[in-house]
Structure formats: C-alpha cells, structure tokens
C-alpha cells in the first residue's frame, strides 16, 4: 500500500520558496561528500607503486599486527610519594576555601582538589555576602591549566631568572626617579595589596597609583562619592523589595558586578501568595528582562527620559506604550514606598545620582556596608591615557589589566607606549600589553596565590593556592614586598596585617579554613578617589560625558554589553566558556551585533538556517567617527528595541590565544568614554557568517502546557490547582484517567521503596538561566569541547542545557491560543516564529529526565542503559555499541553522541588535548570515546560517594548531604536534589507542591526530574 | 634386487633401533637423575663447620646477660645497635670506654650532665647531631649493670653462612656447565650405539643371506587415510567434533584476553610480602592506610618504610632463603635508602630522592571504578579474598582474575554487612517487613546494577 506521507527534514519546507527545499530535493546528502579529498588527484592516483594487491596485504597485514598487540596488556607504572602530604590521601578530594577577585569577578569560592590539582569551584555556603559564583567563576579552574601562560619573567623579550629581573628592575626605578611613573591595576579589593601599594608608592613617590576597571562602573561610583563620601557600590537586596524597577540594569547579569540574583530569586518564588513586581525597560534583551513580569524595550536615550519620569519627571516625550508603562511602574513604585527598589545602567553620573536619591529611603538599599568590587574612575584613566600618549607620563605598571587590548584608542595607546622609558607588565599571559611590554613579570593564577579581598565592607575573605605555581611565576604583591626592602612572604605580610586590624583576636587558621569573616574592624583602604575641584561634587564632566555620544543625530544606538560567557574577556581562552551557549542568543563562539526585527528588515539583514538546520546571518560594518568595525555578524534578536542594537565587550583578543579561540571582534574601540552606550551607523556588507547556535527551534509551537507551564500570580491566588496546573488525561477502559494514574502505565514499576529515590526539583520561576550549572556540570562530568564547527552541527556535548524559549504571540497563552484557534489547513508558521517586537521568554534547564519509565532503556539492543533502583537511569559507556536508537527514542532529547575522539586529538586541539588541560578532569568519572552515547547520570559519581561516607561512618544519611554539580552550583536555589523516600527531605515537600510538574507529562515517561511552573505577577495597579 | 634388499634392511633397523631406545629409556632416567643429584647435594653441603663456637666470656661479668638483653631490646633498640651506628652510637664495648658511674649518671639523665658541663658527654652530644637521650631514671644500677653486660658479649664471628649462600651461585653456574656436558657425553653414547646397532644389523642381514633366508613380500591394504576419507559419515563427525573443539580453544583464548591473572611482574624493588605481612605479621592496613578510607588501597609512600627501616638496615640471617640471601635482601634495603635519600652512615636524609617506579599489578580498566574502602571497611573483606595468601607471597603476583563475571558472582552470594551499621538500620527494617528476609545479598542490594561500577 504506498503512503502519500510526506516526510519532513527541516522546518524550511514550510517555506514553498526557500532555496534549502530545492536543495533537499536535488541532493540526497545535504553536503557533498568530500570523495574528491582522496579520489579527485588522478595522477597521485596512478603514479603510486601500491597496488591494489600490496594494499590488502598491508591491511591484513596491519590487522593481524594490531590484533596481537592489542592481546599483550601495557606495563602501567605506580609511583608513590617520597614523602606523602598529611592532608592527602590518594583517591579523596580535599576542599579548601579561597576567593576569586580578578578585577570584574569577586567570589568567595570553595576549590576541590585530588592529589593536589584544583579540579573543581563549589560555592563556599559560609559566605553570606560572597559575591557570584557565576559560569565564569566555576571555569576559572580550567584557565590554570592554560597552555599559553607565561613560564617566566622576561626583560626585553629574553626569560631570565627573577634575582636578574629585580635588579633589571632597581635599575630601571634608579634611572626613573623624579619622572612619572603610572600604576595602572585592576580593582583589587584587598586590604593588604592596598597596603602594600601605600607603602611602595611612598617608597617611590614619584609612582602615581591609578585603578583601571576595563568595564567602567564610574558612574555609580561617582555618584556614590558624591552623596555618601565613599567609593564604593550600594549592594542591593532584591528580596526586600516589592516593586523592583529596572531602567537598563542587568542585574542578573554583571550589572555592578552581579550578585543579586540569589536575592532576587527569594523574592520571586511564591510565598504567603505575593512576589514582587519586576518591570524591566531596556535595549538588549538581557537575563533580567526575560525573567520581568512586565518588559518593555526602550532604547539608551528612551531610558533617560523614562528614568527622568519615574524620579519625578513627565513621561509625555515618549511614546504611547512606553509612556503608559512608566506611569504605570511610577504608581507601583510609589506604593511601594520602601519596598520599592529602582536601578539603572545608564552609564552617566546625573542618572546614576537620580536613582541613588530615588532608593535614599528603600529597605532594599545598603550603603552603610557598600561593595568595593569597583575602584575605577574614568577621568583618572583619562588623564593616564593622556598622559602617556602626551608623554608626560614615561612608565607604566600594569597589573591585571591589558589597556592595548580594552582601551578604545588601543592603536593610538599602542604607539605611545612602546616609547615610554619604562614599560612593566604584570600577566599571566602574554596578552596584548604584555607582549608589547619591555618587562614582564609573570604572575600565578589566583589558585596558586594568597590574598585576601573586602568585597563588602565588613566582609572578609582569604585567597589561598590550592596549588603549587605551575610556572616559573611570582605574584605581584611579593614583587612589590621585593622591591619596598621588605623581606617578608606576602602571605606572612597578610597574616601580619589581618592579624593587627582585622582578626580582632580570631583565629588565623579558623579564618583560613572558613575562607570568610565578617568583622566590624574598621580598617583604612588606600582610596584611589578622583581628584574633585571647587564644590567638591563630581560633576557630569568628571566622567567624560558619557551621554554625549546619545546627542548626535541619525544612527542606531549601541548598548554594549558584557556576555555571560566571556565577561570582561579575561578568559577568552578558556575553551569551556567559548562553548557555552549564550542564554539568550544560544550562540557560542561569537560575539554579534543584535538587530532588532524591523531594523533588519529596513537593512536588509538576514538570519537564515542552512539545510542541516545551522544559522547563518548577514555582516554589517559599525561605524562611529573614525572607528569602522568591519564585518560584524547580526543575529536578529526578538525583543531587541527598534533603533537600538547590541554587542558584547571581551572578544576579539589575538595575543597568547589558541587559534581556535581566537572567535569574534574585538569591541572596545566603541567603548568610547567608557560609555555603555554609544552611536553608530550600520551599512551592510557582504558575505554570510556562520554561527554556531545550538537551539533550531525557538518558540514551543503552542504546546507550553506541556513543556513551560505558566500563570500568573492572580489565578494562581485565586483559582483551584486543577484550572492553573492540570495533570494530563489519558483514556482507560472509555474513561478519561490522570496519567499520574497507576492504570496508566503500560510498564511494569520498578520497586524504589528500599534505599533513596533521587528527584531534582527545577524551580523555574527561580532560574534566571545564568548557566552556572553548565559550567559545573563540564567540570565534574568530563564533558568534552567539540568546537565551534561541530556545535554548528548540533554536535555539543553538554550534558545539562538551559533551554530558551520565546513566545510566538505577546505571551505564551496567546501562543496557545493562536494555535487551538488555526484553521485546520494552515501553516503551523503561526506559531512557531517569535513575536520579534517584545516576545515573552521563559528559560527551562533541561538534562537527562531519568524517567521511571525510560523509552530509551527499552530500546537498546545491548542494555547499556538500565534503570537503577535509586532512580538514575543509568549508562555503561563499555556496553555502548552506538547505535543511537536510544537518542532517538528519547523524548527529552538529552543523550549525546560522541561522534569523535574529543581526547588526545588533534583535531579537537581543547583541554583534552595536552597534558596541563587533562589535570582539570575529574578521576572519578570516566572520559567517554569515540561512538558512545552519553548523558546526565544524575551525578551517581556524588551520590554513591555520600552515600559510602555515611557507611563508613556508620549513620544514616540527612537530607541536604546528596547534591549534584549542578544543584550545588545554583545559587538562586533554583535546582533542589535529594532523596524522595525520605519523608522529611526538602525535595519531597517540592514535589508534593501545587506548582510541580513533569516535562511533556502526557508522554508517560515518569520522570525523576520535576519543574516548578512559572507565576508571574502581572499586576499594574 | 638389491633394491629391495635395501629397504627390508632399512625396514629392521627402525624396528630394532626403536626397540633399543625403549629398553634404554630407564636407564638414560637414572643417568639424569644422578646428573643432577649431585648438584642437589652440593648445596646442602655443611659449609660453616668453623661456625662461632662458644667464644670468650664477657669482659665484665657483672650482670645477667639474657635480663641484659631483654631491657636493651625494650628500652634501647629504638635507637642503639650494638655494632653499628643507628639514631645514637654503637654500644658494644661501651663499658669499657667510659667510667661506669659516668655511665649511671648518663643513663639516668643525659641533659642533665651535659648541662653541667661534663667533657666526655658533651663531646657525645655534639657528635651525634645533638640529639637529645630519653632520659631513663627508673633503671636501677642493676638494671645498667645487666645491660652493660650484654652490651659487652663479644661480638660472634661472622657467620659464615654467607659464603654458602654466595658460593650457591656459583655452584649453580657450574652444575648448568655439568648437565650440558653429561648430555653431551650421552648423545655421544647414543650416537656410538646407534652406529653399533646399523653395524650388528648389516652383519646379521649377510649372515641371514648367507644362510639363504627368504623375506616374505606383506598383502597391501588401503591406508588408513584414504578408508577414513571414504567413510563420509566418518568425516562428517569428526569435522563437527574438530570445529566445536576449535571454538571451545577459540573462546576460551578470546576469554583469556586482558586477563593478567598470575601476573607477577620484577618490581624496581624486590619488596617481599612474605617477609613483612608473613613472617613480622605487619597488619595491611599499616601501609596500605588508605584502603580503610578511599578507593584506592594506595602504595605507601617510601617516609612508611623508613619508619622502621630507619633503624632496620639488614635483614636477619633467618630470614634469608635459599633463592635470595641475606646480601640480596639488604641490598634491596640500600635500593630504599637509595630512593629516599637516606645515608645510613651518617642516619640522615641528603634530600636527593628517586621516587620508585613500582610496577602496577591489579589493573582495572579506566570504566570500572572500584572502591576499596567500601570492600574493606564497609564490608570487613579480607584483602585475602580477593588478593590472595599475600602473606605468603616473596613475588606478588594477580591472584583473581579481576573480571566482572568474578565480581558478580561475589556479589551474587555475599550477604551484606546490615549488623552494627546504622546506614543499614532502616533499609534492614523495611525489608525484614517486605520481604520477610533476615538477610539479603549484595545483588538483592542491587549491586549488580551497572551504574553501581561504570559511570
């Protein structure tokens, strides 16, 4: 009986006309496949003496050498130790606790070490106000085993030994004396670096001392040392505030160095019936505007006006629906009253000061314990910049910043600091100053260093080395001790001073151990404050006018942006990162412009999936005065405001990178002024850029009830559970039953009573899609990188992914109604393309469902995935013969194939591939090969581990000791892991709530991983 | 004619040569055998007829010798030999070098007269690294007395035991050099035979013809080849039997692949289990440490050794086997001192160390993971079980053979630990309400779950 079903290959045939359907048709394979490689030189093919006889023989040759190789088993080697450290005991991790503080990422962080190697980052739950620990902050272990770092200190391009650099460098400060020398360093935060600079620039007064944040939070800081006499940030508490306002802040992104998204996240999960309210104007879509109750898109100087209306001004000059939002959000706020809570990212002083006065009376607001995550001032950089291209200024210390790379007259820079007198350069890496710098004073990662940071007053914390320096490296405080006569180690320097101001008493070991302490010593921060003239008051002009580029007429206004992934750039070398997804984009390995739908439209930009499913996308050229930024790849961002674009800082570096890594452009030359916002004209250019972007499918096709469930706070106050959270029906014996029904199973159960029962609870209101438990997941799981051509191919390995969704109407109920509501013979394009003027957008980490009832268990020909009592589906990599029946049978689709050799592979030239970036892997979890499947395993590897600890203590096991990586890693507390058999666990009481349910329940699957739907609070009044 | 004649004899000559070998066969036996009885013997030979006959009596007879030694090994072994220098000086004869109230006295309280400015005591003090003496305050004069007594036992004669053993060797290489000349002198017996033989036969066959005896031409029948590839049924059978063979050998040597069982490979350090964990019962744990708290069982570090090869330079006489001598076994001890950096000459450590590349034996594939102090602690295994009478072991060798098929059916017939764990407590008190059962075995635990091992 012949079928007249057609059988789709890509969502394109929809599309009558799109080139790609007739491609499929002519093509049985979509890319040629390469014979020509091998095939395509005739006369290499006749020339050659092998014949096709001698080949065979070769080959059973070779074959039958290789068999009985392969039966003769290696000769492995043990090597003790001469003598074994106390705390070490081979095959069990210790913990340590220390702090990240690399100038735009402060965190206090627990470091897991085997055998002596930092394998992984934990957050370090003592710390109450600890800063993020963030994707970033979790990679930061693999960049210690950074291939391209600096072995040792050079002077002129030559690596001597440092006894030969410290006298290069007495020399180098005799000749100096009397001239201007600069000390350029990132924000350290530390009280004992602080001191020590004291005490070097007063050995050396004519070492001028200036703080250099390569994402400026000038601005703020200004405003702050107007109104309150300190330099520092006001830290925010989210969960106190009610009515939470956001005038272009991502304050779950890297806002004011983050941070807040634990806060945030309290407040937002039901409690007594209420949430707070969260209005979001901005450009960009960011994480914080796809988590608002309420988004409206506005470009930079739309948000002007509207920070003007909210503290008091009129909203009359914008337009109709922006206006009426902030009239609306002005009401809330005032109602608030001291719960309400505004925040701004627009860049200038005056707006900075207007919500500082704004929040002066809110609950939400601290600026008694500021953050000192952020020292740097624009003028004072300014004047350095000056300085030195003038040449008043003859030497430059670095110390934790690149300017040649960030600064955004880098050439100009470059050209006057190669003729400076004296150039030091304290880097880890030969980056972009470095290599320019005639000294070079190699320094160890933050594992391998001590020191101590505030990164709230009164807050304390300690850096430990976890490690000993990997390299020929000294860290930039003992230099300093070095060179001030001080024969002290920095770390006996630190004790010394925490000891006399900051202990009080304590223990140092105690302190140690804890890695933080909350002390009220007072003490006395070297403050590299900004001159102030006259009135005293730092004024607009004082931070360059950073506005003044929203002035000028005609163009698209830019709003520069620091991605999750990269940050600041700093670890644009960490392959990791580079594959890490964009939460909102999904696209790794790049930076881009973002355009809105109907600017692109009028620019005749494109985005357009090629016929394996890959995006590609037009190129534009930026122009800004004299700054042109050639070929820059678009992606057409649903949400994005009209006018306005987007495009993330910290890519595009090329010094001491691996090829590979060396992705997208470099956009600090638009940083102008340090200003986040800017002007630019677009032209398009030709060509295609191919992005590798890991989601195909943006919008859940109307069937959101099945996947991210929703309502908003008012049903969900006022209705029955059944109306807002319905369990879906299956037919029985012609009667309509629960799926959840034991009648509605077609597979036997399996017994789970005895032991634990493993459930992971996935709060979605909570998760702000910040992708930290990706990152920790890579870590703990070995996860290997494929690179940005595989990804491209939907081909990445990650086991957890944070899947973004927008909704094809205004909302995801207006989805699914378009959908009940489509005529039967129309196309489903309705809903399954994004409302590209302000979609809704709900983030849901997906990764192995670790169903009861698996189909891909069923499936497998040689059981190599089975069900365990525990409640983990398990995979056995050895069993694996690859016949990815089991991918294709999961519904979920969470297993990952290894289509390559991604270890000790030069094709895959990653951490895998050489023997410092194999250091990070972890011991206990096997590294998969080539053509097997892998998946989440629900981190068997911890909870078999907690569960041998308490046998070999003897107990029984509390609730709160099972974790994955992931559930540790999340701070909002999103994702909750324990043991379901138990009656008093925490996760129980989620899965018992009113708001839990199973991703595409109707399917029957079972799974031991559970969502909690979203609730928003759609209130206006 | 001739021709025929030519092969008849041929004919004979084999049966009667083969007749020769075989009655030939017990006696060649008896030539080996005392070939190498000699050799055997040789070894035994009392060599130490001089061995140190009761020696002269003690210089002082002043004390019990045998009470002399019981408080030397309680109180002083620790840190003093007798004939060589270990934390403090050698102490033999050291009744005679100093005054024996002096003697008291140091003994008593060394600081004390050190402090006081004594020559002797501190010129002592200052040659032995300035180590401080225990003090030992609660022997009695008659307790020194007894000590100093056997500290001044003559030292034996060195045993020459040692010479046998060394000589062994060489004895050995010359009994290899004796067999192959006894083989060679017997092959040239046999070739001599063999030419008689050919000889006694042309001789008996000319007489024979001479006499005019007439040899009978044999019926010819079909080979036995050619009748088996005529009965097909035959053939059929014994191909299935030869194929089912061939994959029986086949399996069993695809089956066999990858296991190293009796794996014993030469260790950079002939390190001897039986000595240690056999004959001075030092319990596993002591060095193994980590096996009671980690996955790994863990090779001790070489500072465990020196805990007590600190003062345990050589090995004991007895201890020595025939196969390794004393001189072996304390040259493997200079191999540790060699790797840790010690010098035993002057009892402290150089810093220059060569870490030892120990051949690893139990190897498991990097997919299975394993913990031992599951097994050890948890389960109270003996290392026994599964590794074997290891006390017994001069070379350790794989004594399972570390496939799943073995684990599982460990698995499948050990009873878990439930008693005295309070982990189990409630798991145990469900099940005895489901089940009904007292005790259950791993695999009911489920521990033949594959995510259990591989992940």
Redesign the interface.
């Known amino acids: 009986m012949a079928s007249n079903k057609k059988y789709w290959k890509s969502v394109e045939e929809l599309n009558e006309d799109s080139p790609i359907v007739k491609a499929l048709q002519d093509n049985e394979f979509v890319t040629e496949i390469p014979t020509d490689e091998f095939l395509g030189n005739k006369e290499a093919l006749e020339s050659s003496s092998t014949t096709r006889r001698d080949f065979l023989k070769y080959v059973g040759f070779t074959t039958a050498a290789a068999t009985l190789a392969?039966?003769e088993?290696p000769?492995?080697?043990?090597?003790?130790?001469?003598?074994?450290p106390d705390e070490i005991?081979?095959?069990?991790a210790n913990y340590y606790a220390s702090t990240m503080a690399d100038g735009f990422d402060f965190a206090n962080i627990l470091v897991k070490t085997r055998e002596g190697r930092p394998i992984k980052i934990e957050r370090n739950d003592l710390a109450v106000n600890g800063g993020s620990v963030n994707a970033r902050v979790h990679a930061s272990v693999l960049s210690l085993y950074d291939k391209n770092r600096l072995t040792g200190p050079m002077v002129d391009g030559a690596e001597v030994s440092w006894p030969e650099f410290d006298t290069a460098i007495a020399q180098k400060m005799n000749e100096m004396t009397g001239k201007d020398i600069v000390l350029l360093t990132q924000t350290f935060a530390s009280p004992s670096t602080s001191k020590l600079i004291s005490e070097f620039t007063s050995k050396y007064p004519n070492v001028r001392h200036v703080v250099y944040d390569t994402v400026s939070c000038s601005g703020a800081l200004d405003a702050f040392q107007n109104k309150y006499g300190t330099r520092a940030l006001p830290d925010y508490d989210f969960s106190k505030a009610d009515v939470i306002v956001s005038v272009g802040a991502d304050f779950l992104g890297d806002w004011q160095g983050g941070s807040y998204s634990k806060g945030y996240a309290t407040g937002r999960i039901p409690k007594n019936g209420k949430i707070s309210r969260h209005i979001q104007f901005e450009a960009n879509l960011t994480l914080t505007g796809a988590k608002a109750d309420k988004r409206v898109p506005a470009t930079p100087s739309q948000q002007l006006e509207i920070l003007k209306a909210l503290t008091g001004g009129s909203a009359s000059g914008l337009p109709e629906n922006i206006a009426d939002a902030v009239n609306k959000a002005k009401a809330q706020l005032q109602k608030a009253g001291g719960k309400a809570l505004l925040v701004t990212s627009l860049p200038d002083v005056a707006s900075q000061t207007l919500a500082l006065n704004f929040n002066a009376n809110s609950e939400a607001m601290d600026v008694n314990k500021p953050l000192l995550t952020r020292q740097g001032s624009n003028s004072e950089v300014t004047n350095m910049v000056n300085g030195v291209i003038s040449g008043s200024i003859k030497g430059l210390i670095t110390v934790g910043v690149n300017p040649i790379y960030s600064l955004p007259n880098n050439k100009e820079f470059a050209e006057a600091y190669k003729n400076l007198e004296m150039t030091l350069a304290f880097a880890m890496k030969q980056d972009e100053t470095a290599s320019m710098a005639k000294m070079v004073a190699a320094t160890p990662h933050y594992l391998e260093s001590w020191g101590d940071a505030q990164i709230k007053k009164g807050t304390y914390s300690l850096v430990q080395p976890t490690i000993r320096p990997l390299f020929n490296t000294r860290q930039f405080q003992d230099s300093l001790l070095q060179w001030t006569g001080n024969s002290q180690k920095y770390y006996d320097y630190i004790k010394e001073n925490w000891t006399a101001s900051i202990l009080e008493g304590g223990s140092w070991n105690k302190t140690l151990e804890a890695g933080v302490l909350a002390s009220n010593a007072e003490i006395t921060m070297e403050e590299v404050k900004p001159v102030t003239e006259g009135t005293g008051v730092l004024e607009e002009s004082t931070s360059n006018g950073a506005l003044s580029a929203l002035l000028q007429e005609g163009g698209y206004e830019l709003t520069l942006y620091t991605s999750t992934g990269l940050g600041d750039g700093q670890q644009a070398n960490n392959p990791w990162l580079q594959e890490f997804p964009d939460p909102i984009t999904r696209a790794s390995w790049d930076n881009y412009l973002t355009v809105s739908a109907a600017d692109a439209e009028a620019l005749d930009l494109v985005n357009e999936h090629v016929s394996n499913g890959a995006l590609n996308g037009s190129y534009v050229n930026l122009k800004m005065g004299n700054v042109v930024l050639e070929k820059v790849p678009v992606i057409i961002q649903p949400g994005q405001a009209k006018g306005s674009v987007g495009l993330a800082l910290g890519y595009g570096k090329t010094a001491a990178i691996q090829k590979e890594m060396q992705t997208g452009l470099n956009a600090y030359p638009l940083y102008q002024n340090f200003s986040s916002v800017q002007k630019v004209n677009i032209e398009k250019a030709s060509g295609m850029h191919e992005f590798a972007c890991v989601q195909l499918q943006s919008t859940m096709a109307g069937r959101s009830d099945d996947i991210i469930k929703e309502t908003t706070l008012e049903i969900f106050n006022t209705k029955d559970k059944e109306f807002w959270n319905s369990v879906p029906v299956t037919d029985y014996d012609h009667n309509e039953i629960s799926v959840r029904d034991k009648k509605a199973d077609i597979w036997s159960p399996f017994d789970e009573?005895?032991?634990p029962h493993f459930n992971l609870s996935i709060d979605l209101n909570a998760c702000t899609g910040c992708g930290a438990c990706v990152i920790a997941c890579h870590a703990e799981n070995n996860v290997p990188v494929v690179g940005k051509e595989e990804v491209r191919k939907f081909r990445d390995m990650h086991w957890l992914r944070i899947d973004r969704y927008y909704s094809a109407g205004e909302t995801f109920k207006e989805e699914i109604e378009t959908l009940e509501n489509l005529p039967a013979f129309d196309s489903y394009k309705a809903v399954e393309v994004p409302a590209y003027e302000n979609p809704q957008v709900a983030f849901q980490p997906v990764m192995c469902q670790h169903c009861n009832h698996a189909p891909c268990e069923t499936v497998c020909p040689v059981a190599?995935t089975?069900h365990?009592?525990?409640g983990?589906n398990?995979?056995?990599?050895?069993?694996c013969v690859g016949t990815r029946y089991c991918a294709n049978n999961c519904p979920y689709k969470v297993r990952r194939f290894n289509w390559f050799l991604y270890n000790e592979n030069d094709e895959f030239d990653y951490n895998m591939n050489n023997d410092l970036g194999r250091m990070v892997l972890n011991p206990?979890?096997?590294?998969r090969s080539r053509g097997v499947m892998e998946k989440c395993?629900m981190c068997?590897?911890k909870t078999?581990k907690t569960?041998?600890d308490?046998?070999?203590q003897?107990?029984?096991?509390k609730d709160g000791e099972f974790h994955t990586a992931c559930s540790s890693a999340c701070e909002t507390g999103a994702m909750v892991f324990g043991d379901v058999n138990d009656k008093d666990s925490e996760v129980l009481k989620l899965k018992n709530d009113d708001r839990m349910y199973h991703l595409l329940e109707n399917v029957g699957t079972k799974p031991n991983v559970f969502y909690h739907m979203i609730v928003k609070n759609t209130s206006e009044a | 004619m001739c021709q025929t004649i030519d092969n008849n004899l041929i004919i004979s000559m084999k049966k009667v040569n083969f007749i020769h070998l075989r009655s030939k066969l017990p006696l060649l036996l008896l030539v080996f055998l005392l070939t190498f009885s000699t050799t055997i013997y040789s070894q035994d030979a009392p060599a130490d007829a001089t061995a140190a006959e009761a020696v002269a009596p003690p210089a002082d007879a002043g004390g019990d010798v045998a009470a002399g030694e019981s408080l030397f090994k309680a109180n002083c072994a620790a840190c003093h030999k007798l004939d060589a220098k270990a934390v403090g000086p050698a102490l033999r004869g050291v009744a005679n070098k100093y005054d024996r109230d002096w003697l008291y006295k140091w003994i008593h309280n060394s600081s004390a007269l050190i402090a006081s400015g004594d020559a002797d005591a501190v010129k002592i003090f200052e040659a032995n690294n300035k180590t401080v003496m225990t003090a030992f305050p609660a022997l009695s004069t008659t307790d020194i007395d007894n000590i100093l007594a056997y500290t001044s036992q003559p030292k034996p004669e060195p045993k020459v035991a040692a010479a046998p053993a060394a000589d062994a060797g060489s004895q050995n290489g010359g009994g290899g050099a004796s067999n192959s000349l006894v083989l060679g002198a017997l092959a040239l017996i046999f070739l001599l035979l063999v030419i008689m033989l050919f000889l006694v036969t042309n001789t008996l066959k000319r007489i024979a013809e001479a006499n005019g005896v007439v040899y009978e031409e044999k019926e010819k029948r079909t080979p036995i080849w050619k009748a088996f590839v005529q009965n097909q049924f035959l053939v059929l059978v014994f191909s299935i039997v030869m194929i089912l063979a061939a994959g029986y050998f086949a399996y069993g040597y695809l089956m066999q692949v990858g296991v190293d069982q009796g794996y014993a490979p030469v260790q950079p350090i002939h390190y001897s289990h039986r000595i240690h964990a056999g004959d001075n019962q030092i319990d596993c744990n002591y060095c193994h440490s980590s096996a009671r708290k980690s996955k790994h069982s863990g090779i001790p570090s070489l500072n465990v050794c020196m805990n007590c090869h600190k003062n345990i330079a050589e090995v004991a006489p007895e201890t020595a086997t025939e196969e390794y001598s004393k001189e072996f076994y304390d040259g493997e001890i200079a191999k540790l001192y060699k790797a840790v950096g010690w010098d035993a000459a002057n009892q402290k450590y150089t810093g220059k160390t060569e870490p030892v590349k120990w051949v690893r034996i139990h190897n498991l594939p990097d997919f299975v993971y394993f913990n031992h102090s599951q097994h050890v602690t948890v389960a109270g295994v003996a290392c026994q079980t599964c590794h074997g009478e290891i006390q017994t072991m001069e070379v350790v060798q794989q004594f399972a053979p570390l496939t799943m098929g073995w684990c599982i059916n460990c698995h499948r017939t050990t009873n878990v630990n439930l008693e005295s764990n309070e982990y189990y407590a409630k798991i145990h008190e469900e099940l005895s309400k489901k089940y009904g059962v007292e005790k259950l075995t791993i695999a009911e635990m489920g521990g033949l779950e594959c995510g259990k091992c591989h992940y």
């Open positions: 392969a039966c088993g000769v492995v080697k043990s090597i003790p130790y001469v003598v074994q005991v081979p095959g069990i009573t005895v032991g190599a089975s365990g009592r525990q983990q398990q995979m056995a990599y050895n069993r206990d979890v096997v590294v395993s068997i590897q078999q569960i041998l308490a046998k070999l003897g107990r029984a096991i």
